[in-house]
């Protein structure tokens, strides 16, 4: 999820809320989800931030037709980047000339002081994806949704594509948009197959489109706790499937 501030680093931000049209954005997501997919895998799993755990717990609102109930479970894994002792901070004073020379030489590992690294961030996202969300997915069942922030979201991404660190701001994520991945077990097409980013046609059916200002960036700016549109979610889903071995 993006959160959009203007001058100032955001990072987690664990305490901003959803603004009216973040939770229109959210109920949106809900009922495209329940349309696309007749089941889910339970639980759903959420970061701890505030605008995350209301996001899924909106979109689980709005579903129908899913049968029977679908939990909910938040986990610290899936926050977004920590940016330490800069969250909160003016953007000008945190990203200096030296700053942004050490971020352009080395952009995998450097991390704000008191911070983590993109490193970090896609080493705990690929950790919870292999270790927790994988193991608990059947063949042919329902799809996994994970609702998480934008940069968790780019950084696992940048593992599954094995892209350059470079790139990973590159990526956009707005707002509720989908992103879907299936896992392949065997056979000369296994491993991770992205099927779909940043999908936002729900927003765009809803009356409810708009892209991240110039200049603003998921995960690195601040936002002002009133404009929590920026604290909607993406959901990222992943399914096991099978291939032959041809």
């Keep these: 999820m993006n959160l959009q501030t203007k001058g ?18 959210a109920a949106a997501l809900g009922r495209h989800m329940s349309r696309q997919h007749p089941a889910l895998h339970s639980p759903v ?19 129908q037709g899913w049968p029977g109930p679908v939990q909910l479970q938040a986990s610290e894994v899936l926050l977004e980047l920590s940016q330490g002792q800069w969250e909160g901070q003016p953007r000008s004073q945190c990203y ?6 050490r971020i352009a030489a080395d952009p995998f590992t450097f991390a704000a002081p008191g911070g983590e690294s993109q490193q970090e961030l896609e080493a705990r ?20 949704v994970v609702v998480t922030h934008g940069l968790a979201i780019k950084c696992f991404l940048r593992s599954v594509l094995g892209s350059s660190p470079a790139m990973t701001w590159k990526i956009a994520t ?14 000369p097409a296994a491993g991770w197959h992205l099927h779909r980013l ?11 489109t708009g892209q991240l200002q110039e200049g603003q960036h998921g995960g690195s700016q601040p936002t002002e ?18 291939v032959s071995e041809d």
């Design 8 to 25: 100032f680093v955001g990072g987690q931000s664990n305490l901003s809320p959803l603004t009216e049209r973040g939770k229109q954005q």
């Design 198 to 208: 940043n999908d936002t046609a729900h927003l765009l059916l809803a009356g409810l």
């Design 45 to 63: 799993y959420c970061s701890t931030a505030v605008r995350a755990e209301d996001t899924a717990r909106i979109m689980l609102q709005q579903a």
């Design 96 to 101: 200096t000339a030296e700053a942004l020379e």
């Design 174 to 187: 707005d707002n509720t948009s989908v992103t879907e991945l299936a896992w392949v077990q065997s056979g």
């Design 125 to 144: 996202m690929c950790a919870f994806v292999h270790r927790q969300l994988l193991p608990s997915l059947q063949y042919g069942g329902p799809p996994a």
């Design 225 to 242: 706790a009133a404009t929590a549109a920026a604290a909607a979610a993406a959901a990222a889903a992943a399914a096991k499937q099978k």
